[in-house]
């Protein structure tokens, strides 16, 4: 009996989707592969995103070799009727987003298995959920249970070391008077013969206004195979991670990687699993490689964010997607749209949107108090704002970007999932980094000339919001504040002529 094809997507490109050991299909199942154009068309993605996908899938269907039928169509449903004619006896792995499922669920003879790639099974974080009280439903909480159930970095019953959150040594300011860390640098790839059809591919589609990419696309910087990807986690791990944990929330203007793993495209694109990057920065510490606080810090990056966000995504539902507490309208301005940090004064966003321009990709800490922060006090419409975060960054996806952006950038749950709106003035992106000193505003002012519109922003957005956060215990005393300020007029007139200047 011959075995039903099992078809991969772009996202599911690691060995733990094709093999019978994982939940996957019989070894010897041949391998459908879909490259749709119609993707492309869609968005507008990042150009470095589109070449990473396309030279990742076109690299693993070149190691899977005769085993798989490698299509490029219009649309998936084109791909699948090249690839298999009338016959549509096939499994895949439980697809990333609510869309993809629901369009593999509307083809007859389709077996979706389990999702691959995370450490909960969907039913496990139900049962869970299901235990906890909504104010609770917290990632602290989770994480825990994750690790307790998983026995990472436990001794026994108990965390390692004797607690379980060591952020409080995670949260050192960048070195002062050093450009850049101490630290080796992160793994980079070699381009071949596959990453130029990409790039030759992506300038034809272009050139014949098929598609339209917005960011630059330099020479590779992520890794498009397994072999690359492991490369990556083990110099990261054997060179890194000792720094990573003090600096993990730090920014350098020359420096935007710092002593990250660069791992979330590789995780994203199914390339690693989550329990061997975990289990391999645990090991690190336990055989005296590198300090707690950093493995505990990238372990809660790995098991607990990214685990609670995939879990979110799916639990909340799809009208979380619409979700506008802050009832937010504002569209994004030209300038963000695509990319022009030229045209920005305020050196720490025109540093960040340089780095997305470029290369697609920036820490956690531009995305949420750079980024997100701008786009949460100026007001911007949150499902346009999750939209650009998924087309711009290297590593993302629906299921990545909707409980980050909706939820932890631009509080449009509410506080369903985080206790409060995270932005600030420029006294904290003064504390942690370098990109005020050269800046034409001032941290410290909040109006007039040398202005920050970080500070004056901050202040503005809790003026516009004062009713619905005084309640929030986390921000009454910062909206308490408001009534000591004695240039909040001039300051709110300032911020309204500004509308959707760049700043």
Same mark, same amino acid.
């Given at each position: 009996?011959?075995?039903?094809?099992?078809?991969?997507?772009?996202?599911?490109?690691?060995?733990?989707?094709?093999?019978?050991?994982?939940?996957?299909?019989?070894?010897?199942?041949?391998?459908?592969?879909?490259?749709?154009?119609?993707?492309?068309?869609?968005?507008?993605?990042?150009?470095?995103? /589109?070449?990473?996908?396309?030279?990742?899938?076109?690299?693993?269907? /070149?190691?899977?070799?005769?085993?798989?039928?490698?299509?490029?169509?219009?649309? @998936?449903?084109?791909?699948?009727?090249?690839?298999?004619?009338?016959?549509?006896?096939?499994?895949?792995?439980?697809?990333?987003?609510?869309?993809?499922?629901?369009?593999?669920?509307?083809? $007859?003879? +389709?077996?979706?298995?389990?999702?691959?790639?995370?450490? +909960?099974?969907?039913?496990?974080?139900?049962?869970?959920?299901?235990?906890?009280?909504?104010?609770?439903?917290?990632?602290?909480?989770?994480?825990?249970?994750?690790?307790?159930?998983? $026995?990472?970095?436990?001794?026994?019953?108990?965390?390692?070391?004797?607690?379980?959150?060591?952020?409080?040594?995670?949260?050192?300011?960048?070195?002062?008077?050093?450009?850049?860390? $101490? +630290?080796?640098?992160?793994?980079?790839?070699?381009?071949?013969?596959?990453?130029?059809?990409?790039?030759?591919?992506?300038?034809?589609?272009?050139?014949?206004?098929?598609?339209?990419?917005?960011?630059?696309?330099?020479?590779?910087?992520?890794?498009?195979?397994?072999?690359?990807?492991?490369?990556?986690?083990?110099?990261?791990?054997?060179?890194?991670?000792?720094?990573?944990?003090?600096?993990?929330?730090?920014?350098?203007?020359?420096?935007?990687?710092?002593?990250?793993?660069?791992?979330?495209?590789?995780?994203?694109?199914?390339?690693?699993?989550?329990?061997?990057?975990?289990?391999?920065?645990?090991?690190?510490?336990?055989?005296?490689?590198?300090?707690?606080?950093?493995?505990?810090?990238?372990?809660?990056?790995?098991?607990?964010?990214?685990? @609670?966000?995939?879990?979110?995504?799916?639990?909340?539902?799809?009208?979380?997607?619409?979700?506008?507490?802050?009832?937010?309208?504002?569209?994004?301005?030209?300038?963000?749209?695509?990319?022009?940090?030229?045209?920005?004064?305020?050196?720490?966003?025109?540093? +960040?949107?340089?780095?997305?321009? $470029?290369?697609?990709?920036?820490?956690?800490?531009?995305?949420?108090?750079?980024?997100?922060?701008?786009?949460?006090?100026?007001?911007?419409?949150?499902?346009?704002?999750?939209?650009?975060?998924?087309?711009?960054?290297?590593?993302?996806?629906?299921?990545?970007?909707?409980?980050?952006?909706?939820?932890?950038?631009?509080?449009?749950?509410?506080?369903?999932?985080?206790?409060?709106?995270?932005?600030?003035?420029?006294?904290?992106?003064?504390?942690?980094?370098?990109?005020?000193?050269?800046?034409?505003?001032?941290?410290?002012?909040?109006?007039?000339?040398?202005?920050?519109?970080?500070?004056?922003?901050?202040?503005?957005?809790?003026?516009?919001?004062?009713?619905?956060? /005084?309640?929030?215990?986390?921000?009454?005393?910062?909206?308490?504040?408001?009534?000591?300020?004695?240039?909040?007029?001039?300051?709110?007139?300032?911020?309204?002529?500004?509308?959707?200047?760049?700043?």
């Amino acid at each position: 009996m011959t075995s039903r094809p099992h078809w991969l997507f772009g996202d599911q490109l690691g060995p733990h989707f094709v093999d019978p050991r994982h939940g996957g299909p019989d070894v010897q199942a041949p391998v459908v592969m879909v490259e749709a154009r119609s993707v492309f068309r869609r968005r507008r993605f990042h150009r470095a995103k /589109a070449h990473l996908v396309l030279s990742a899938m076109r690299h693993r269907a /070149a190691e899977l070799g005769d085993r798989v039928t490698y299509v490029r169509a219009e649309t @998936y449903r084109e791909g699948l009727e090249k690839a298999l004619g009338k016959r549509r006896e096939l499994t895949v792995c439980h697809p990333t987003s609510r869309p993809a499922l629901e369009f593999v669920r509307s083809l $007859d003879g +389709v077996e979706v298995l389990p999702a691959k790639g995370f450490l +909960v099974p969907r039913k496990d974080f139900a049962a869970w959920a299901g235990r906890t009280e909504k104010p609770t439903l917290r990632m602290e909480n989770f994480y825990r249970w994750v690790r307790t159930g998983h $026995d990472l970095l436990m001794d026994g019953e108990n965390p390692a070391g004797g607690t379980w959150n060591l952020d409080h040594d995670n949260r050192e300011p960048p070195p002062r008077g050093r450009e850049r860390l $101490d +630290v080796e640098g992160p793994w980079e790839p070699r381009e071949d013969e596959i990453d130029e059809e990409v790039r030759r591919d992506l300038d034809r589609w272009e050139k014949d206004g098929d598609v339209s990419f917005v960011g630059r696309d330099g020479p590779r910087r992520f890794p498009a195979t397994r072999r690359q990807a492991l490369a990556a986690l083990r110099r990261f791990v054997e060179y890194r991670l000792t720094d990573f944990g003090p600096y993990e929330d730090a920014m350098l203007a020359a420096d935007p990687v710092m002593s990250h793993s660069l791992l979330s495209a590789s995780l994203n694109l199914g390339l690693l699993d989550p329990l061997e990057c975990v289990e391999r920065a645990e090991k690190a510490w336990r055989d005296g490689d590198a300090p707690l606080n950093s493995v505990e810090g990238f372990v809660r990056q790995i098991a607990g964010w990214r685990e @609670y966000v995939w879990h979110l995504y799916w639990h909340f539902g799809e009208d979380y997607r619409e979700r506008n507490a802050l009832k937010h309208t504002t569209p994004l301005p030209e300038w963000f749209l695509e990319l022009d940090a030229d045209a920005v004064t305020a050196n720490c966003l025109s540093t +960040v949107l340089a780095q997305v321009r $470029d290369t697609g990709w920036t820490h956690h800490i531009p995305r949420l108090m750079v980024l997100g922060s701008r786009a949460l006090q100026d007001g911007w419409d949150p499902a346009a704002v999750t939209d650009w975060f998924h087309r711009c960054f290297v590593d993302g996806y629906d299921w990545v970007m909707l409980p980050n952006v909706v939820g932890m950038s631009q509080y449009a749950d509410g506080g369903r999932m985080t206790t409060k709106p995270y932005t600030s003035g420029g006294a904290y992106i003064n504390r942690m980094s370098d990109l005020c000193g050269p800046c034409a505003y001032r941290p410290t002012e909040r109006t007039g000339e040398r202005a920050c519109p970080y500070t004056a922003g901050y202040w503005a957005f809790l003026h516009r919001h004062r009713t619905a956060l /005084a309640g929030n215990h986390r921000m009454a005393r910062a909206v308490q504040g408001l009534d000591r300020l004695k240039d909040l007029e001039e300051l709110l007139k300032e911020t309204s002529r500004r509308g959707d200047a760049a700043p």
